[in-house]
């Protein structure tokens, strides 16, 4: 047998990780967490299923899909599915209902891996459209989650739900900087263009040599 390389080995490990314990806190006896507690419901175990799908992506081919031209496709599914997962209503369906709870497990899961093959085919522009809109969609939902005085999820206390709405506004912060450092790699990793004059050197050089000969 071939052994893994080390770094391949951790990170499917990490990826594993990740995964069984979003898992398992949808399943006895670390459910009680999800059923008792908004933060651990959407501040823990639905970011948890997102981070693991964008890791496993990164075990697909690197080549350009088709289908995912310009990482649209991929950044619009992530997108959608994660907003959906937002409204309280289907944070209560999946609180109550195993199905749904299950329906949000694999979608998210799959969200991951859709924002982690967007990102690797996104251009900085696409990257900002996307992040401009969900980053502060986050933070108002938790502000809005946190100021308001309606009980918006049936499955929670009010105490729970303005709890988990100041988490969504750190959340939308850290991602907004995580965002922004990914950006200032991306930008000091890019080739430089060569300066105009050596290239009318390096252009002029065989010129020379010709008209020697």
Request: charged share 10%.
């Amino acid at each position: 047998m071939t052994a893994w390389p080390l770094s391949a080995a951790w990170r499917a490990g990490a990826i594993a990780l990740l995964t069984l314990v979003a898992v398992a806190l949808s399943l006895p006896p670390l459910r009680v967490l999800i059923e008792q507690s908004m933060v651990w419901h959407m501040l823990v175990q639905m970011p948890l299923l997102v981070l693991a799908g964008a890791c496993a992506a990164a075990w697909l081919p690197a080549r350009e899909l088709r289908w995912n031209r310009f990482g649209l496709t991929g950044l619009l599914l992530a997108l959608c599915v994660t907003t959906y997962w937002m409204i309280p209503a289907t944070v209560d369906r999946a609180v109550v209902l195993p199905a749904a709870d299950a329906a949000k497990v694999t979608s998210l899961w799959l969200a991951g891996v859709a924002l982690g093959v967007g990102l690797r085919q996104a251009p900085l522009a696409v990257q900002l459209f996307f992040a401009g809109y969900g980053v502060p969609m986050l933070a108002w939902l938790g502000w809005y989650l946190a100021n308001t005085d309606l009980r918006l999820c049936n499955a929670y206390s009010l105490q729970s739900q303005w709890r988990a709405g100041w988490g969504l506004v750190g959340l939308a912060w850290l991602l907004g900087l995580a965002w922004a450092a990914s950006v200032r790699h991306q930008l000091a990793h890019q080739p430089s263009p060569a300066p105009a004059g050596a290239m009318l050197r390096t252009g002029s050089a065989p010129a020379q040599s010709t008209a020697g000969h």
